[in-house]
């Protein structure tokens, strides 16, 4: 496909890095004379390590510009705006009117030109002067960026601009900022140190004692007690990273239920400690009998826990269920659940239909068998519901599937439901990812009772990001993948499939950088991992392309294209 039209770009006689910037927003689609539709995140800590180091300056800052036709906007490590201040209340306005708002994402693919979004491609300091601005609407600004690089793992902690009407304008500025950014950083470094000892004192006051189940999660940093360290694997710990990750910026506790890869039933407090970006769990153990369960419950153990009490008193009542899932959501296995024991007499939608006769469904219940299961029920014709209906008031116990919402049933198959007033409902999978190293733990004997494996953390993580769209089903059909390859020693990351691999890479990324992600990755596979002809085929410089890469933790594993098959003993 040939590239965009940047005639207008040669026209313009801009400086080489401005020019550059303004291909790369060309070549992202952005187009210069669009309406920048910012849709600011309501997620924004303002209490993170960035924020705290950058109070105090942005402050100072504010004082000295009193006044003045000068802003100061503080973006994160993904160049959201998170802090703003302003000499004078016009600027805030202007800045309003423009979409410059608290949560703004500032990429040169959502932007373009600017020395938010250029600062934070290049990692060096960047002026964008009027005329320079790729969005037409931000030509009536000049600003002055530079990025806030961490004195300790040399990542970009985020960008700090000023900025001001075009007419304002004054190369005094850049020294000005660079200042505040080196102050920043040198506050950051501070704050890492005091971040650590503020987490490890609130690790040891909530674990005090030792009897308290007491783990704290941050970039890099895992603690935990005594009593947690007996009542976690390192499969529990995956798990509880990830939801610590999926947490929203609160400032109060969240509570969440997770059973264990034991089996167990706990309930997790996460507390956010302000200012260090780590989390504390505290774990505490339900401590109550689980609901007896009949045997082929015991057999099939990737039903939802919740569900296995509901289906030994159902399937004592013999009265109708509805049991409403998705597809691969384990409708099936509950039927025979509910029916352990006894003759069942299948009806398929499907082939009802095919058969076109509504006397067969009376003439199977009429030969007696003690469950009736109807599959796809919300298939089924009117006339067939409505027979189906009739007879569930039978001496015939009915198991009626159906993975249509009963909110979507249409109105015969809606009067179905409501006569089977014992219900079960299952859970897609992707609501149950603290469930998922218990679910392989379970999956994997059967699969493949020779197997000695284990599914390292990283590996569970994977698992538990993918969005499972095909459920139990697929998550089955990936680990019997998974295994026909690796029967022994440590399945990693790299032994997955490319599309999980990359869901866990992708969890935490905004649409634009998914988007960008998966770009990279594709361009990245089609030159064999080669980063030269891949950033040509990009339209980027290499140097660009590393630290896209860097930014968007991509690593060699996600580069190829099908999963590691090495030879392994017992595979």
């Given at each position: 496909?040939?590239?965009?039209?940047?005639?207008f770009?040669?026209?313009?006689?801009?400086?080489?890095?401005?020019?550059?910037?303004?291909?790369?927003?060309?070549?992202s689609?952005?187009?210069?004379d669009?309406g920048?539709?910012l849709?600011?995140?309501?997620d924004?800590?303002?209490?993170?390590?960035?924020?705290?180091?950058?109070?105090?300056?942005?402050?100072?800052?504010?004082?000295?510009?009193?006044?003045?036709?000068?802003?100061?906007?503080?973006?994160?490590?993904?160049?959201?705006?998170?802090?703003?201040?302003?000499?004078?209340?016009?600027?805030?306005?202007?800045?309003?009117?423009?979409?410059i708002?608290?949560?703004?994402?500032?990429?040169?693919?959502?932007?373009?030109?600017?020395?938010?979004?250029?600062?934070?491609e290049?990692?060096?300091g960047?002026?964008?002067?009027g005329?320079?601005?790729?969005?037409?609407?931000?030509?009536?600004?000049?600003?002055?960026g530079?990025?806030?690089?961490?004195?300790?793992t040399g990542?970009?902690?985020?960008?700090?601009?000023?900025?001001?009407?075009?007419?304002?304008?004054?190369?005094?500025?850049?020294?000005?900022?660079?200042?505040?950014?080196?102050e920043?950083?040198?506050?950051?470094?501070?704050?890492?140190r005091?971040?650590?000892?503020r987490?490890?004192?609130?690790?040891?006051?909530?674990?005090?004692?030792?009897?308290?189940?007491?783990?704290a999660?941050?970039?890099?940093?895992v603690?935990?007690?005594?009593?947690?360290?007996?009542l976690?694997?390192?499969?529990?710990?995956?798990?509880?990273?990830?939801m610590?990750?999926?947490?929203?910026?609160?400032?109060?506790?969240?509570?969440?239920?997770?059973?264990?890869?034991?089996g167990?039933?706990?309930?997790?407090?996460?507390?956010?400690?302000?200012?260090?970006?780590?989390v504390?769990?505290?774990?505490?153990?339900?401590?109550?009998?689980?609901?007896?369960?009949p045997?082929?419950?015991?057999?099939?153990?990737?039903?939802p826990?919740?569900?296995?009490?509901?289906?030994?008193?159902?399937?004592?009542a013999?009265r109708?269920v509805?049991v409403?899932g998705?597809?691969?959501?384990?409708?099936?296995?509950?039927?025979?659940?509910?029916?352990?024991?006894?003759?069942?007499?299948?009806?398929?939608?499907?082939?009802?239909?095919?058969?076109?006769?509504?006397d067969?469904v009376?003439?199977?219940?009429?030969?007696?068998?003690?469950?009736v299961?109807?599959?796809?029920?919300?298939?089924?014709?009117?006339p067939?519901?409505?027979?189906?209906?009739?007879?569930?008031?039978?001496?015939?116990?009915?198991?009626?599937?159906t993975?249509?919402?009963?909110?979507?049933?249409?109105?015969?198959?809606?009067?179905?439901?409501?006569?089977?007033?014992?219900?079960?409902e299952?859970?897609?999978?992707?609501?149950?990812?603290?469930?998922?190293?218990?679910?392989?733990?379970?999956?994997?004997?059967?699969?493949?009772?020779?197997?000695?494996?284990?599914f390292?953390?990283?590996a569970?993580?994977?698992?538990?990001?993918?969005?499972?769209?095909?459920?139990?089903?697929e998550l089955?059909?990936?680990?019997?993948?998974?295994?026909?390859?690796?029967?022994?020693?440590?399945?990693?990351?790299?032994?997955?499939?490319?599309?999980?691999?990359?869901?866990?890479?992708?969890?935490?990324?905004?649409?634009?950088?998914?988007?960008?992600?998966?770009?990279?990755?594709?361009?990245?596979?089609?030159c064999?991992g080669n980063?030269?002809?891949?950033a040509?085929?990009?339209?980027m410089?290499?140097?660009?392309?590393?630290?896209?890469?860097?930014?968007?933790?991509?690593?060699?594993?996600?580069t190829?294209?099908?999963?590691?098959?090495?030879?392994?003993?017992?595979?």
């Open positions: 496909m040939p590239d965009p039209d940047d005639s770009i040669t026209e313009a006689r801009l400086r080489p890095e401005i020019s550059q910037s303004w291909r790369r927003s060309l070549l689609g952005l187009r210069p669009a920048v539709r849709e600011p995140s309501v924004i800590d303002q209490r993170g390590r960035l924020q705290v180091a950058a109070t105090p300056v942005l402050d100072q800052l504010a004082l000295e510009l009193a006044d003045t036709g000068f802003g100061i906007l503080l973006a994160d490590s993904r160049a959201r705006i998170v802090a703003r201040r302003f000499g004078e209340r016009r600027l805030e306005t202007a800045f309003d009117r423009a979409g708002a608290i949560g703004s994402l500032f990429l040169e693919e959502t932007t373009g030109t600017n020395s938010i979004a250029t600062a934070f290049l990692r060096r960047c002026t964008v002067l005329e320079e601005h790729y969005i037409e609407s931000f030509k009536g600004f000049s600003c002055y530079h990025p806030l690089i961490s004195r300790v990542r970009l902690e985020g960008v700090l601009d000023i900025s001001c009407p075009a007419q304002l304008a004054n190369p005094l500025l850049g020294p000005f900022l660079a200042r505040a950014a080196r920043i950083e040198a506050r950051l470094l501070r704050g890492a005091e971040a650590e000892h987490l490890l004192t609130s690790y040891q006051a909530a674990a005090a004692g030792g009897r308290r189940a007491v783990a999660f941050a970039e890099g940093v603690m935990a007690s005594a009593t947690a360290m007996e976690l694997d390192p499969c529990d710990h995956a798990v509880l990273r990830g610590a990750a999926d947490l929203p910026a609160r400032d109060h506790p969240v509570r969440r239920k997770m059973e264990l890869s034991s167990r039933a706990v309930s997790v407090t996460f507390r956010a400690v302000p200012g260090t970006g780590g504390l769990a505290e774990i505490t153990d339900e401590a109550r009998p689980r609901p007896r369960v045997r082929a419950r015991e057999r099939m153990t990737w039903i826990a919740e569900a296995a009490g509901d289906i030994e008193n159902h399937r004592l013999r109708p509805l409403c998705e597809s691969g959501t384990g409708r099936t296995t509950t039927a025979a659940a509910l029916a352990e024991g006894q003759a069942v007499r299948r009806l398929d939608a499907v082939e009802l239909l095919r058969a076109g006769d509504v067969l009376r003439r199977v219940a009429a030969k007696g068998p003690d469950v299961v109807v599959e796809d029920v919300h298939l089924l014709s009117p067939l519901v409505t027979q189906v209906a009739r007879l569930l008031s039978a001496e015939t116990v009915w198991t009626v599937l993975s249509a919402p009963v909110a979507d049933l249409a109105p015969e198959h809606a009067a179905l439901a409501a006569r089977c007033l014992a219900r079960i299952l859970p897609p999978l992707r609501a149950r990812r603290e469930e998922v190293p218990s679910l392989v733990r379970s999956f994997v004997p059967r699969l493949h009772p020779q197997a000695r494996v284990r390292t953390p990283q569970l993580e994977a698992l538990a990001a993918h969005p499972w769209p095909g459920n139990l089903h089955r059909e990936v680990l019997r993948q998974v295994l026909e390859h690796r029967s022994a020693g440590d399945i990693t990351r790299t032994d997955l499939p490319p599309a999980l691999r990359e869901a866990a890479r992708t969890r935490n990324l905004s649409l634009v950088e998914r988007a960008e992600y998966e770009t990279i990755v594709a361009a990245l596979r089609g064999s980063k030269v002809h891949a040509r085929r990009l339209g410089s290499r140097a660009t392309l590393y630290r896209r890469i860097r930014a968007l933790g991509i690593d060699d594993a996600d190829v294209s099908g999963t590691r098959t090495g030879t392994t003993a017992g595979g």
